[in-house]
């Protein structure tokens, strides 16, 4: 329950800007959504009149069930609702930088913004280089991987002795 009232105000936020997610949510009113993804708990939303959501009773029986796990989200339920939750899903955006700048005004909200998509860039290029570190150690310093060059000279080799080998089995045959 203690993520259920921010996470809906924040949909509610995202759908209050696209009129068109909510007349293709509003068609599903009634129907309850549960929303799992381990270790949080799960959460259960209804959809209103309005193609908003709302909190679910307890005891509502889910219409659509979305399991999220790594790498996977799984759909079981009412597969029209689990298409327009997709549909929707892939199109709402939120424009941070907009809601900022009501409270910042928007020449700071740009500024918290770009720091945010630089903070992500710089993360993204760190990961990016520590794993490099982390592969030429494993591969030149620890010998636990093989460097491409060394996998492809070695390929090379087996594929020559290969031929080797045949050469000297049809010698073998022929001298039978």
């Known amino acids: 329950m203690a993520l ?3 996470f809906i105000a924040a949909l509610n936020h995202l759908l209050e800007k696209e009129p068109w997610a909510r007349e293709r949510l509003a068609a599903f009113a009634g129907a309850v959504v549960e929303l799992a993804a381990a270790p949080l708990p799960s959460l259960r939303l209804r959809i209103d009149e309005a193609g908003l959501a709302a909190s679910a009773p307890a005891q509502a029986a889910p219409t659509l069930v979305v ?3 790594p790498g996977a989200i799984d759909w079981s339920g009412d597969e029209r609702l689990a298409e327009a939750l997709r549909e929707v899903a892939r ?10 700048s009501r409270l910042t005004g928007d020449v700071l909200a740009r500024r918290i913004v770009q720091a945010g998509q630089d903070l992500a860039a710089w993360q993204r290029d760190a990961a990016q280089r520590m794993a490099g570190s982390f592969a030429d150690y494993f ?38």
């Open 4 to 6: 259920e009232i921010p």
């Open 91 to 100: 199109s709402l955006r939120w424009d941070a930088e907009e809601d900022l």
């Open 139 to 176: 591969a030149q310093e620890n010998r636990l991987l093989v460097a491409r060059p060394e996998l492809e000279a070695l390929a090379r080799a087996r594929e020559a002795l290969e031929r080797r080998i045949e050469a000297l089995e049809r010698r073998a045959r022929a001298l039978e």
């Open 67 to 69: 399991s999220l796990r």
